[in-house]
C-alpha cells in the first residue's frame, strides 16, 4: 500500500504547528475551518487527507465523496464524530493521538466537580449580576466522600490520583482494565450495581459506544444515593440528558458538571439552564498545552506513516501497521501472496468462498489478526474495488459473505519453527491448500495440495503456476513463453503426489494470453506478486 499523501485539510482549529509539520515534510496543506457540511462533501474529492477535531462530522455522506481519502486524522481522542465503519470499508485509515489531550481533560474534569462543590460557576453569575448571594450557595467539602469513576482509562485514572490527593475514596469500574491495575492507582474495583449506592460523585470516562450509552438513566440514578453529584467529561450522552433532568428536578440528583453535550452546541438543551447545572462548552482539551501536543502528534504521525516507519494511532488499523513493522512486514507479504494463489486457482471468488488460516508456531501466536487481513486482501484481489488493502479487506469479506476462520496451533509440523496455511474452497468445488514461511524476509512458498517444494519458491514477481502430470511439459511451456516474447527467470517444480507436479514459472514481462499453454497443463494461471 503505498502511502503517498500530496495533501491534506483540516477543517477544524487546530494548532498551526500541524500545518507547519505537515508543510515542512512537503505535505500541501489547506485549512478551512468554516465549511458547511455540503461544501465539505464537495471539496472532499481533492484531499487525499483530513484533519479533524470534535466539530467535523466526518459522516458516512462525507466518507462516499472523499474519492480519493486515504486517512482521517483526529487531533485529539474520540472519534465518535467519524464514522469509522464506512472509512474502514473504504480502506480510509482512522488516526487520532491518544494520550495527547489526557491532562488537560482530567484536570478539566477535576475543575469541575469542584466548582461545582462550591458553586463557583453560580457565585461568578451572582456577582456579575450585582447579586451577593452567601446564603443560597452553601457548597460541600469533598473530603471523605467518595468518587465512582466509570472508564478507568487514560483520562480516569488521572483523575483518580488528582481527586484522591483532596481526600477523596475513589472507586471504579471498567469491563477491561483488570482490578489490580485499577488497585495500583488507588482504584477499588466494583460491578456497576455496588457502586451506584456507593458513589456520592459519578465521573464517566468511557467512549461513547453503544454499551455506554445513557449510561447514567433514570433507572441507574435511581439506585444512587439521594444527592448524587455526577459529571461529563467525557462524551454527551454517557448521561442520559432527560433523565438527568428529571433526577436534578426531583432532588434525587444533587448537581450536574457538564462539558460535553448531546447536541453541541446544547442551544435547545433546558439542561443547560438548570441552576444545579455546572457547564462549559466542550473546553476539556482546550488548553494550550494540550492543543500543541495533539497538533504536533498527528502531524508527525502522519509523516511517519508517509515515510513508512511506523502506523501509531490508526484505529482501524492493525493489519496495516504491522506491514509497516519490519519484523512483520514478509509475514504479510506472505499472507497476501498465499491468498492471491489461492484465489488465482479456485478461479471464482463468491459469496459462498471458504477461507481458513492457521498459523503455526509462538511466533505466531498472535498474527491471525494482521495475517487474515493480509490474505484476504490476496484472495479478493481479482474482485478488488477502488480502496481494498490491508484496512477495507476484512469488512469486504464480512459484507461479500465469506466464509473466514482462522486457526493457532503451538507448534508447527516437520520441525519447523513457523508456518501458515491458507485454504480456499468453494463448497461442493475445488479445495486448494498452501503453506508458506519466511525465510531471510522473503516470503516462501513450501506446499501447493500437499506436494512439496524443495527449494521452497520464492513468492516474488509474475509467475505461472501450472499443474501436469510430470516436468516433461517443461520444454513445450519455456517454448510458448518464448514465443510470446517473454523470458524464464526463474523455476521451480513441486515433488511429484498422486501423478500431479506443480510448477511455478517466473517471467518477465508477464504473458497476454495463456491459451498456448492451456493444452499441455492440467491448469496454468499468471498471478503477479
Ligand atoms: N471533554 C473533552 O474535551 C475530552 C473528552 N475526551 C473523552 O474522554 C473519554 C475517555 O478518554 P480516554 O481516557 O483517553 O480513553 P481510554 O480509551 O484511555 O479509556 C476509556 C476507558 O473506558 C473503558 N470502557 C469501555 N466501555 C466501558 C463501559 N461499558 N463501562 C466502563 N468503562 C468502559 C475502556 O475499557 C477504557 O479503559 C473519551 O470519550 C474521550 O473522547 C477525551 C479528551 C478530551
Ligand atoms: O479528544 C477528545 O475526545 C475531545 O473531546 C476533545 O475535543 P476537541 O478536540 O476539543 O474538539
Known amino acids: 500500500m503505498s502511502f503517498n499523501l500530496r495533501n491534506v485539510l483540516i477543517s477544524d482549529e487546530v494548532d498551526d504547528k500541524c500545518v507547519d509539520i505537515l508543510r515542512s515534510n512537503g505535505i500541501e496543506v489547506v485549512k478551512n475551518t468554516k465549511l458547511s457540511k455540503e461544501q465539505l462533501i464537495s471539496e472532499i474529492p481533492k484531499y487525499d487527507g483530513l484533519i479533524v477535531r470534535s466539530a467535523t462530522k466526518a459522516t458516512a455522506d462525507v466518507i462516499a465523496a472523499a474519492t480519493n481519502l486515504k486517512i482521517?486524522?483526529?487531533?485529539?481522542?474520540?472519534?465518535?464524530?467519524?464514522?469509522?465503519?464506512?472509512?474502514?470499508?473504504?480502506?480510509?485509515?482512522?488516526?487520532?493521538?491518544?494520550?495527547?489531550?489526557?491532562?488537560?481533560?482530567?484536570?478539566?474534569?477535576?475543575?469541575?466537580?469542584?466548582?461545582?462543590?462550591?458553586?463557583?460557576?453560580?457565585?461568578?453569575?451572582?456577582?456579575?449580576?450585582?447579586?451577593?448571594?452567601?446564603?443560597?450557595?452553601?457548597?460541600?467539602?469533598?473530603?471523605?466522600?467518595?468518587?465512582?469513576?466509570?472508564?478507568?482509562?487514560?483520562?480516569?485514572?488521572?483523575?483518580?490520583?488528582?481527586?484522591?490527593?483532596?481526600?477523596?475514596?475513589?472507586?471504579?469500574?471498567?469491563?477491561?482494565?483488570?482490578?489490580?491495575?485499577?488497585?495500583?492507582?488507588?482504584?477499588?474495583?466494583?460491578?456497576?450495581?455496588?457502586?451506584?449506592?456507593?458513589?456520592?460523585?459519578i465521573t464517566v470516562h468511557t467512549p461513547l459506544i453503544p454499551q455506554t450509552k445513557n449510561l447514567l438513566n433514570d433507572t441507574t440514578l435511581s439506585k444512587c444515593k439521594k444527592g448524587v453529584k455526577v459529571i461529563n467529561c467525557a462524551r454527551g450522552g454517557i448521561i442520559d440528558e432527560d433523565a438527568l433532568l428529571r433526577a436534578l428536578e426531583s432532588g434525587q440528583c444533587g448537581g450536574a458538571a457538564l462539558d460535553v453535550f448531546v447536541q453541541e452546541p446544547p442551544t435547545e438543551s433546558p439542561i443547560i439552564k438548570h441552576p444545579k447545572v455546572t457547564c462549559t462548552p466542550h473546553l476539556g482539551a482546550s488548553t494550550l498545552e494540550a492543543q500543541s501536543r495533539v497538533a504536533e502528534d498527528i502531524a508527525k504521525q502522519f509523516v511517519d506513516m508517509v515515510k513508512g516507519k511506523e502506523l501509531f494511532g490508526a484505529i482501524n488499523a492493525a493489519a496495516l501497521a504491522n506491514a509497516l513493522s519490519p519484523n512483520t512486514r514478509p509475514w504479510v507479504r506472505l499472507g497476501t501472496a498465499l491468498g492471491q494463489l489461492g484465489s488465482a486457482l479456485l478461479g471464482q471468488i463468491s459469496n459462498d468462498t471458504q477461507v481458513k488460516l492457521v498459523t503455526y508456531g509462538s511466533g505466531l501466536e498472535n498474527a491471525a489478526s494482521y495475517l487474515g487481513a493480509a490474505v484476504l486482501v490476496g484472495v479478493l484481489r481479482p474482485k478488488s474495488q477502488n480502496g481494498l488493502n490491508l484496512v477495507s479487506a476484512p469488512a469486504v469479506a464480512k459484507e461479500m459473505g465469506l466464509k473466514v476462520s482462522t486457526e493457532h496451533q503451538a507448534s508447527a509440523p516437520d520441525g519447523l519453527s513457523e508456518l501458515v496455511t491458507v485454504t480456499v474452497q468453494q463448497p461442493g468445488g475445488a479445495t486448494y491448500t498452501l503453506s508458506g514461511l519466511v525465510g531471510a524476509g522473503v516470503p516462501l512458498l513450501v506446499t501447493l495440495n500437499n506436494a512439496n517444494f524443495s527449494p521452497r519458491v520464492a513468492l516474488e514477481g509474475t509467475n505461472l503456476v501450472y499443474s501436469s502430470a510430470s516436468t516433461s511439459v517443461l520444454g513445450t511451456v519455456v517454448g510458448a513463453v518464448t514465443a510470446a516474447g517473454s523470458t524464464v527467470t526463474s523455476f521451480s517444480s513441486s515433488a511429484s503426489l498422486d501423478n500431479q507436479t506443480w510448477s511455478l514459472m517466473q517471467v518477465a514481462p508477464p504473458l497476454g494470453s495463456l491459451d498456448t499453454i492451456k493444452s499441455s497443463v492440467k491448469c496454468v494461471q499468471q498471478v503477479a506478486f
Open 72 to 201: 482521517i486524522g483526529r487531533a485529539g481522542t474520540g472519534v465518535d464524530n467519524i464514522d469509522c465503519d464506512a472509512a474502514t470499508k473504504k480502506g480510509i485509515i482512522v488516526m487520532n493521538t491518544p494520550g495527547g489531550n489526557t491532562l488537560s481533560a482530567a484536570e478539566h474534569t477535576c475543575a469541575l466537580l469542584m466548582a461545582m462543590s462550591r458553586n463557583i460557576a453560580q457565585g461568578t453569575e451572582s456577582l456579575h449580576q450585582g447579586r451577593w448571594d452567601r446564603k443560597k450557595l452553601m457548597g460541600n467539602e469533598v473530603n471523605g466522600k467518595t468518587l465512582a469513576i466509570l472508564g478507568l482509562g487514560r483520562i480516569g485514572k488521572e483523575v483518580a490520583t488528582r481527586m484522591q490527593a483532596f481526600g477523596m475514596t475513589t472507586i471504579g469500574f471498567d469491563p477491561i482494565t483488570p482490578p489490580e491495575v485499577a488497585a495500583s492507582f488507588g482504584v477499588k474495583s466494583m460491578s456497576l450495581d455496588e457502586i451506584w449506592p456507593l458513589a456520592d460523585y
